[in-house]
């Protein structure tokens, strides 16, 4: 009696209308709520960031719909199509990589963007998605933990595009680029003595990586020990930052009233350095729930990681999810004077479409691995 009863409510449970509806659309809705919630809030940000600009807000929020639509789409394709395409999606980015060196776009001294006429993209920002796809495809139909010579393999894949990306120059990119493919590696389960000996050569190397860098990248990494060396130049951007999150307190001074951005004190305020503004508006409160909300996507997405069906889906939505919250973590950490200023963008927050699509594109492969996952 008491078995039945326990039947008959798991299943009421799983046919609840709700759990019905998100699960005809493929949709994982607590990660879905996490996005929106995040996306939401961002515009309200970029709202005050941009000195209410209702035209910007508006682009933004276009994009943000676009997104949405992208990543439903991509949400009913199942995982194993994606293992078919990951190859070609990754050859395709390769090819617009080399395309952006010849006829990229030149703005803010990098030649980083394609222009088609009727809008212009990074190519970069689709290889965050498109290197993790084919290190997921690649380490798939190999033994794991994996060998030597597929980690080998998988260095010269991450590797090319890596290069190509810091030669634009954008290094910010390129090193989000580069922890996407790691992190796939990690996922695949290398041993802990091959993990400190790759970071013990990443520092040994550190002397000759140095000459390989832009005078101006060199100045950033001085400028994050000892900002005050040049404080109207390089030192600017970490100093008013500084200024802006500290000037927020505990309750921040409320929304819309952010003197440094309105003022034009920050620079960047409303792409890089969008989170020194919600930190000056606020204040210390308000950034921690923030960051709880950064934090709340990352555990949804790493347990939808442990119920994928395979190996492929399982690299996939942890690379995904795990490129996501060390882009937030990254961008933070710059713009609070933690870490050198790269030029990485707040996820969902800072203005930006290509950016943004790309992230929920990327979660909508994330909603597949879900909608395809193991059931117990």
């Not at 190397?205 to 005050?228: A, C, G, M, V």
């Not at 996507?297 to 919250?325: N, P, V």
């Not at 973590?329 to 710059?334: A, C, H, K, Q």
Request: glycine share 10%.
């Amino acid at each position: 009696m008491l078995s039945s009863l326990q039947n008959f409510l798991s299943y009421r449970k799983r046919r609840s209308p709700f759990r019905s509806f998100w699960a005809v659309l493929h949709l994982d809705f607590p990660l879905l709520a996490g996005l929106l919630l995040l996306s939401g809030v961002g515009l309200l940000i970029l709202y005050s960031a941009s000195g209410q600009d209702l035209g910007m807000v508006g682009q933004q929020a276009v994009k943000l719909l676009l997104a949405l639509f992208l990543m439903l789409m991509l949400a009913q394709v199942p995982p194993s199509l994606y293992r078919l395409w990951a190859p070609w999606l990754y050859s395709i980015c390769l090819f617009m990589l080399v395309l952006v060196l010849g006829l990229g776009v030149i703005s803010k001294g990098g030649q980083r963007w394609l222009n088609l006429g009727f809008f212009r993209f990074q190519p970069s920002e689709i290889m965050k998605l498109g290197l993790p796809l084919m290190l997921a495809w690649y380490f798939n139909g190999e033994e794991l933990p994996p060998s030597f010579k597929c980690l080998s393999v998988a260095a010269v894949l991450i590797l090319v595009p890596v290069l190509l990306v810091a030669k634009q120059p954008d290094l910010g990119t390129a090193l989000m680029i580069a922890f996407g493919g790691v992190s796939v590696i990690l996922l695949a389960g290398i041993p802990w003595w091959l993990i400190i000996s790759g970071v013990s050569l990443i520092a040994v190397s550190f002397p000759f990586l140095w000459h390989l860098l832009h005078d101006y990248q060199k100045k950033r990494i001085l400028t994050l020990f000892n900002p005050e060396r040049d404080p109207l130049g390089t030192g600017y951007h970490i100093i008013q930052s500084k200024i802006a999150i500290g000037s927020g307190g505990l309750l921040g001074k409320g929304w819309m009233a952010a003197t440094s951005s309105q003022l034009s004190f920050l620079p960047e305020h409303h792409t890089d350095f969008i989170f020194a503004v919600a930190g000056e508006e606020l204040g210390f409160i308000g950034i921690l729930l923030l960051l709880c909300l950064y934090f709340y996507i990352l555990w949804r997405g790493l347990k939808i990681t442990t119920m994928a069906q395979d190996t492929f889906s399982r690299l996939i939505a942890g690379s995904i999810t795990l490129l996501f919250f060390i882009s937030a973590l990254v961008n933070m950490g710059m713009v609070c004077g933690l870490l050198p200023v790269v030029g990485v963008p707040l996820p969902l927050v800072s203005y930006g479409g290509t950016a943004m699509v790309t992230f929920f594109a990327s979660f909508g492969i994330v909603m597949s691995v879900h909608a395809n996952r193991k059931i117990n």
